[in-house]
């Protein structure tokens, strides 16, 4: 399958199923969207980095993200920040904070009170991942203003960060995945 959108075309062949599902919210869903099969590619990786990067604030320092779905997300941002001659580190945020040594909730270079930081997610649905990740940040001092993720479900995560202040950018929504996939159904049958 060769297109416009080679991104595109890995997450409806490697991230997208149809059927019946129950999501981490609890919701029921006929879409699954599973972005690991493609965040953890080496394709995935050299596709996503750059157009992650872009979405990044310029005065942001540290790209982070909630652990296990952003981890390979932000280290591979803030390695294509290090080839484009920026300076951005990686933070992972831990979904329960460390049960033995300092106990920490973040791990990586943390940088000093105050800094801006972008928080990447691989898929929104309703904002709750995202904003377990931002209440452990703006806890440990770091400003944030903007969540960059993959896929919006949209289904109300963009309403749910801005009542907390953040803004989403999203890669791409789930109306435009499920459109692709059936075209590409509907043309191999």
């Keep these: 399958m060769s297109g416009p959108d080679p991104l595109l075309e890995l997450l409806v062949r490697r ?7 129950t999501l981490a919210s609890g ?44 981890d390979p997300m932000v280290s591979w941002v803030a390695h294509a920040a290090a080839l484009a001659g920026r300076d951005l580190d990686a933070l992972i945020v831990r979904k329960e ?9 973040l791990e990586g270079p943390l940088p000093a009170a105050g800094a801006r930081i972008t928080l990447l997610e691989d898929v929104v649905t309703s904002g709750g ?37 953040l803004e989403l950018h999203s890669l791409y929504r789930l109306s435009q995945v499920a459109a692709l996939h059936d075209a590409t159904a509907g043309a191999q049958s």
């Design 129 to 165: 991942s995202a904003l377990k990740a931002v209440h452990q940040l703006r806890q440990a001092g770091y400003e944030l203003q903007r969540v960059v993720a993959i896929v919006d479900r949209e289904e109300g995560g963009a309403a749910a960060l801005q009542q907390e202040g």
């Design 15 to 21: 991230a997208y199923r149809r059927g019946q599902f």
């Design 97 to 105: 904070a460390k049960g033995h040594g300092t106990g920490a909730w």
């Design 27 to 70: 919701r029921s869903s006929e879409h699954y969207v599973n972005c690991k099969p493609v965040t953890l590619s080496g394709r995935g990786a050299l596709l996503l980095a750059p157009l992650l990067l872009q979405q990044v604030e310029r005065e942001a320092v540290a790209v982070a993200g909630l652990t296990l779905g952003a």
